[in-house]
């Protein structure tokens, strides 16, 4: 498998390890504890953020508060003063529904009752007068009986305390539940409904004349200890029982028929999904419990005092057709519950914030495709940072890693703020960070130390700043073997034996590192690689160990570079008394294989094949035409905006198909007006040339050579002469061949 293959199944696994973790755990699978904690807190911000605030007067809380108890009495209050207190509220304020967060699960105290009836059936019976005050008395005592009477025709909820764990020796049933409720629709078996162990209900006289009946208690209270759920229903000898704030909000709207309304998938019922009140829909979770829709913290509705209730001294406008819920806040006696909003919230209030969103639709929730939008928001995350965030640089990674959370978080809230969606934050927050976070330490502590391991050995053939792009790049750099469009130069010096037999050891090696040292500085400038110094030839590559698309013209340059610096060069050489240098190269643009070669003593960084054997000819044929470099057809085709001379179509030693040479002029922009001209004119005598019209190439290369004598010129020159003293064959191609190196 190639390494780059290789690289990205670590970069894929290094994502696939916490998207597999965090799938498990949506899947419910694996339960993970941080990713529930920070799912927790994640809610808790958004309920905070999206709090509409203020203060909401469709629903007031009656408050047995301590003043209440200071001026009335210790709790609990005679039946018939409560009983007043249900008279002033609907008689004399006109209020719309009554829900109590307090439980009468016990008979009023009864000891002046008997006591009276005692008095009846003695000596004070026989007196007409103390009969009739007795009567009364009797009467008036009767306090269970006077609060039940308070409640006939009237919209009050009772409240109810479902137990979900009964100790030993504790009755399981305490007082009478209301009636359950009736629900139109599906199967209601379907549904995991919160299953208590017993309750504390009313005495029977009082639910017999109560409207409804609901449980206020909160039996779904996460690992943090805090209410963020409530189930709308609990299930008790296979009855449902409603809770205190769906009955209230349902006595209040008129007592419309509820149902139950399930998601559909394939034609079959999947979970259960709102609770239908009339024409509310009610959102609601698999096990029928609602988001608590926090309207803000303690105090996010009207409190009134009961004692000002009785002594009539609140507002009518803060009562008149409102729903009331009657609760305690006094020491002792409040509901206090941790809430996403606070530690200390009231628990009547937590009632009242669902009577709310009942009535206006606020309520949230988390709807039956969230698990497949999240596992599909997973993969995506793993993805990118597997594909995308390796080909960033660090700090561009950490930018694209925040913009990334911003995405996340930003889709998140959208749903949250405009569609009223509960969906799934934390998992996919925390795979960006954890997947992000292994692939830039896989690319720290792997990929640096591969690339300067690499860049280190490259060092020794490839210019510096190709060093550093190789410390930049991602690309994957390989020392093996692999096939490549690559260009090959090889440039060798003219006569370089009769410079040598004229110079001592000394001089020699100062001349060979004088003329070395600019040539391999030119190919380096052109982003070439230095393969091998073979005495007084160079030979060079383009194309790797980095790509390069543009490796056939960097290698012209590079070419064009050397011969330019080599005149240079001789004048300097003659005031050194050196003989002058005069350089050969040859270039060939093809497939070619590139890689570490040798054997287990030695190792060279190298390039083989046809196109590096054809570079090799191309330069000794340089000697041949008279021309400084000689160009293959294909080195010339890459390069389409320079003006080349073509030179021959010849066939090589070692090849049998003919190749098409060029001398390469420059770009054609730059090529003086003449040479372009003289260029055309060959092309023109070489096209006659090889269709053996031997009088017109002569004429054309005879002027041309009168304007500028080159060796060229003359070699088609004496060709013709031969050709016509002995003429090519029938099936002539105008291919010259070589039979020599």
Do not use: C
Request: net charge negative; proline share 6%; glycine share 8%.
């Amino acid at each position: 498998m190639p390494r780059t293959g290789r690289r990205d199944l670590v970069r894929l696994a290094l994502s696939a390890l916490p998207l597999v973790l965090l799938a498990l755990h949506s899947l419910q699978v694996l339960p993970l504890g941080l990713v529930d904690r920070v799912e927790a807190y994640l809610y808790d911000l958004r309920v905070r953020l999206a709090m509409p605030g203020g203060v909401d007067d469709r629903v007031v809380i009656v408050d047995i508060d301590e003043r209440s108890i200071g001026v009335e009495g210790r709790w609990p209050w005679r039946r018939d003063r409560v009983a007043l207190l249900l008279d002033q509220l609907f008689d004399r304020y006109a209020v719309r529904t009554v829900g109590f967060d307090v439980v009468f699960p016990e008979p009023d105290d009864q000891s002046a009752l008997r006591l009276v009836e005692e008095l009846a059936a003695g000596p004070a019976g026989a007196n007409a007068d103390a009969l009739a005050q007795l009567d009364a008395a009797r009467a008036a005592l009767q306090t269970d009986q006077r609060f039940a009477e308070s409640l006939i025709a009237r919209d009050v909820v009772l409240g109810v305390v479902f137990k979900q764990q009964v100790a030993r020796g504790e009755p399981a049933e305490v007082g009478q539940l209301s009636p359950p409720v009736t629900l139109s629709g599906e199967d209601v078996s379907r549904v995991p409904w919160t299953s208590p162990a017993g309750f504390t209900g009313n005495l029977p006289l009082l639910v017999d004349n109560a409207a409804a009946g609901g449980f206020f208690d909160t039996p779904l209270i996460d690992d943090d200890g805090k209410v963020r759920r409530a189930p709308l229903f609990q299930r008790y000898g296979g009855e449902l029982y409603e809770s205190l704030a769906l009955a209230v909000t349902r006595v209040a709207t008129g007592s419309p028929p509820l149902r139950l309304a399930f998601a559909r998938a394939d034609g079959e019922l999947a979970r259960l999904e709102f609770v239908e009140l009339g024409d509310r829909r009610i959102p609601v979770d698999r096990d029928g419990a609602v988001l608590v829709p926090f309207r803000g913290d303690v105090g996010s509705f009207p409190y009134v005092s009961a004692t000002d209730v009785l002594s009539d001294t609140v507002p009518d406008e803060l009562l008149r057709d409102r729903i009331v819920l009657v609760g305690t806040s006094a020491p002792g006696l409040v509901d206090i519950r941790a809430t996403p909003v606070s530690k200390l919230y009231v628990g009547v209030e937590a009632h009242a914030n669902l009577v709310a969103g009942m009535l206006d639709g606020s309520i949230r929730f988390r709807p039956a495709w969230a698990l497949q939008v999240e596992l599909a928001g997973l993969v995506a995350i793993a993805l990118l940072t597997a594909l995308w965030l390796p080909r960033l640089p660090p700090l561009t990674g950490l930018g694209w890693l925040g913009a990334l959370v911003f995405v996340i978080a930003g889709y998140n809230w959208l749903a949250w703020e405009r569609l009223g969606l509960w969906l799934p934050l934390a998992s996919g927050l925390l795979l960006a960070f954890s997947a992000a976070l292994l692939q830039l330490t896989y690319g720290f502590f792997v990929e640096t130390r591969r690339k300067r391991r690499l860049s280190r050995l490259f060092g020794q053939y490839v210019p510096p700043e190709v060093v550093a792009d190789l410390d930049r790049s991602d690309t994957e750099i390989s020392l093996e073997g692999e096939n490549r469009e690559m260009t090959v130069l090889f440039s060798d010096v003219r006569g370089f034996t009769t410079i040598s037999e004229g110079l001592g050891p000394r001089e020699l090696t100062q001349l060979m590192n004088a003329f070395l040292t600019p040539i391999t500085e030119v190919i380096q400038s052109r982003r070439g690689t230095i393969d091998k110094y073979m005495g007084d030839a160079v030979m060079a590559f383009w194309g790797a160990p980095l790509p390069d698309p543009d490796h056939a013209r960097h290698a012209l340059d590079a070419a064009l570079g050397m011969v330019r610096r080599m005149e240079s060069l001789r004048a300097e050489f003659r005031q050194r008394g050196w003989p002058e240098i005069h350089i050969g190269v040859g270039l060939s643009t093809g497939p070619m294989n590139v890689g570490n070669m040798g054997s287990q003593f030695r190792m060279a960084y190298t390039v083989l094949g046809d196109t590096v054997n054809l570079g090799s000819r191309l330069e000794g044929l340089t000697k041949e035409y008279g021309v400084s470099i000689a160009v293959s057809e294909a080195t010339a085709r890459a390069v389409p905006d320079w003006l080349f001379r073509p030179l021959d179509l010849v066939r090589v030693k070692g090849k049998q198909e003919p190749v098409a040479i060029f001398e390469p002029l420059g770009p054609r922009d730059s090529v003086p007006e003449g040479e372009a001209r003289a260029a055309g004119v060959f092309g023109q005598a070489l096209e006659l040339y090889r269709s053996r019209a031997w009088d017109q190439a002569e004429a054309l290369l005879t002027a041309l050579d009168r304007d500028d004598h080159r060796k060229l010129y003359t070699l088609y020159l004496e060709r013709i002469r031969h050709f016509r003293a002995s003429p090519p064959p029938a099936g002539w191609d105008g291919v010259f061949t070589f039979t020599t190196k």
